[in-house]
């Protein structure tokens, strides 16, 4: 009976057990299930399609690739807000990471009174000393600030050719900012005047590495004028500007529409100045410029804020006065006006008193015609000497009576305006002066009016017929590099830089060639140049290769005495190496004796050690040369 208890009680709490076991199992199925459920919807909705979710008992197991380590973490952090973040497991793996592209190769430098400061990415095969001395050497003595990081990646093929030429704008420019990167070289600059300006964009325009673009911006102070002037003539020529200048593009543009409406049609040369006594002057000058318009002729000149028109002669005095009033009127309340109508004058048999200047191409000056006294006479041959250089001037002058008053002012005011001519001739006489002739100066018509309104006032009357020609331009008119290599070659096709002999001293015979070589170079502006040593084969080749290289920098050191800009040119010495001529005959070896000029092109190599050496590991043929004496 107590056994049958037992047996019964045993099997009540196996089925209870068993029970239990069959519930608890099913409760985790459920629980895995939505678990399971609810992880990948949470991942689906966050864009993560690529993971899989797997269920075992509590535990959440995520599989899949996720594109980066970032986005694995995310989805991670998504299935533990679903879940206790002890059951997630993490089987995920990471694709992958696609190769990094080289990083740009940059550098920002600043130059200014305060010194040299350089930041960017440079290749680690870089020669840091040697970029280091040379900004040292540019900042002359300067603060120079080195934030350069380095990047050990290849060398674009153009990087070495675009820093070196960045190096040398930076030598030209004392206060610039100039990026560089391998294909690209913007140069900001700051000028200390227009024609500085000019200059240094014809230097930075020469010799830009190929394969780098180059920009270029550099701002330059606007002149001062005084007076501030403008002048516009309608004549038998057809309207023109004599001078021209504005103080604001809005002026300028106002001035330019009142004289295309005048009939002029030509690009005016006009002048963006400080100095104009108004704000109105654009508008003052348009309306003085379209008063001549409507009068069919004549001239007007505005000198700050005097107006002096002047009509062409002929105009009814009907029609002089209407024009005159209506401008006098409307012109600005600072602007003051007078008017001028010529009366023909009287022609006697003798013709009116005249006085002659011309100017030769070659520079010799002729002063010819009527002076009042010999004073003036003396004061006159001074003045253009002081001007021309005394050999230049040729006196053909007259001493008479019964001048008109304040012709020795218009004498002098006639050399003083030749002056600003390269070629041609002044006339004076009572009533105009006429200036004539050819320069390279782009704004010596405006220079000429200037002058000659300040030193005859503003009525004065005066016709100028000045061509700009761009070969008489000393910037403009610069030879090529090509070019400078060329006329070396003329210079020495039949002479040559020759040396004492087994001497680096050049020899006194061959002084006159290197002055005509320095007279060229100095024509040239900044040129990257090759002088380069030879010697024949005679002697040992260690003693000839230290003898070309020590002549090569004797021709340097000759060329920087003569005021050669030689910063730029390197002398290298070759020895015995390429012979242009036969080593066995006298003859032969004299021609190999020689020294060569050719231009540095910057080229981008695998040779290339460094982005200081210029090419210098590199030795063609030149292509050009003058000299040497012995090899020995």
Not at 328 to 357: D, H, I, K, S, Y
Not at 423 to 435: F, S, W
Not at 486 to 499: L, Y
């Amino acid at each position: 009976m107590r056994l049958s208890a037992l047996l019964l009680r045993l099997f009540v709490f196996a089925l209870a057990g068993v029970g239990a076991f069959f519930a608890a199992r099913t409760t985790v199925t459920v629980v895995e299930e939505r678990s399971v459920i609810a992880v990948q919807d949470s991942l689906l909705d966050k864009g993560y399609e690529w993971a899989t979710v797997l269920g075992d008992g509590l535990q959440v197991i995520l599989e899949g690739q996720a594109p980066t380590e970032a986005v694995r973490f995310r989805a991670i952090s998504a299935a533990s807000e679903m879940v206790d973040a002890s059951r997630v497991i993490d089987n995920l793996s990471v694709a992958d990471s696609e190769i990094l592209a080289p990083p740009e190769f940059a550098i920002e430098i600043l130059r200014n009174d305060s010194g040299v400061s350089l930041i960017g990415l440079i290749p680690a095969d870089t020669d840091r000393d040697a970029l280091a001395d040379r900004i040292t050497d540019i900042a002359d003595g300067q603060p120079v600030t080195d934030l350069l990081e380095v990047g050990d990646y290849p060398t674009p093929p153009t990087w070495r050719a675009a820093l070196n030429y960045s190096l040398r704008a930076l030598e030209m420019l004392p206060r610039s900012k100039i990026s560089v990167n391998a294909d690209r070289v913007a140069v900001n600059a700051i000028s200390d005047s227009p024609e500085e300006k000019r200059q240094l964009e014809t230097a930075l325009a020469r010799n830009t590495p190929e394969g780098v673009r180059l920009a270029v911006s550099i701002s330059a102070p606007r002149p001062v004028i005084s007076p501030f002037t403008t002048r516009f003539t309608i004549d038998d020529a057809g309207p023109h500007f004599d001078a021209c200048a504005a103080d604001t593009e809005e002026a300028l543009a106002t001035i330019l529409k009142a004289a295309s409406e005048a009939g002029f049609n030509q690009r005016a040369n006009c002048t963006l100045a400080l100095g104009a006594p108004s704000r109105t002057w654009g508008e003052a000058v348009a309306m003085s410029i379209s008063a001549i318009g409507e009068l069919g002729g004549g001239t007007v000149t505005i000198a700050d804020t005097d107006v002096t028109l002047i009509a062409p002669l002929g105009t009814g005095p009907g029609t002089f006065d209407d024009v005159v009033g209506e401008l006098e009127n409307a012109l600005p309340e600072v602007f003051a006006l007078t008017a001028e109508l010529p009366v023909a004058a009287v022609v006697t048999a003798e013709g009116p008193p005249q006085f002659t200047a011309t100017l030769s191409p070659e520079g010799q000056v002729q002063l010819r015609g009527r002076i009042p006294d010999d004073v003036t006479n003396t004061v006159a041959e001074n003045f253009a000497s002081a001007k021309f250089g005394q050999r230049q001037i040729t006196m053909g002058t007259r001493v008479v009576d019964g001048l008109p008053a304040g012709w020795s002012v218009r004498v002098l005011a006639g050399i003083e305006a030749l002056s600003e001519l390269s070629n041609g001739a002044v006339i004076v006489q009572p009533d105009t002066v006429q200036v004539r002739g050819n320069t390279g100066n782009e704004d010596a018509s405006a220079a000429i009016s200037r002058l000659l309104i300040e030193k005859l006032g503003q009525g004065a009357i005066f016709e100028i017929d000045v061509t700009y020609v761009e070969q008489l331009d000393p910037i403009a008119g610069l030879p090529t590099p090509e070019e400078c290599i060329d006329q070396i070659k003329i210079v020495t096709e039949n002479r040559k830089i020759t040396f004492d002999p087994s001497s680096a001293d050049i020899s006194a015979s061959a002084l006159a060639v290197v002055d005509d070589i320095a007279e060229i170079l100095k024509r040239c502006g900044d040129l990257r140049i090759r002088v380069a040593g030879y010697t024949d084969s005679q002697g040992r080749e260690e003693m000839n290769l230290n003898l070309s290289q020590q002549r090569a920098e004797s021709v340097l050191t000759a060329l920087r005495a003569r005021r050669v800009p030689v910063s730029t040119f390197d002398a290298i010495g070759f020895g015995e190496a390429d012979p242009i001529a036969d080593n066995d005959t006298e003859e032969g070896r004299e021609a190999n004796r020689r020294i060569e000029f050719s231009l540095i092109i910057p080229e981008s190599t695998a040779e290339e050690t460094s982005i200081l050496d210029e090419i210098a590991s590199e030795t063609p043929v030149p292509e050009n040369g003058t000299d040497e004496t012995d090899g020995e």
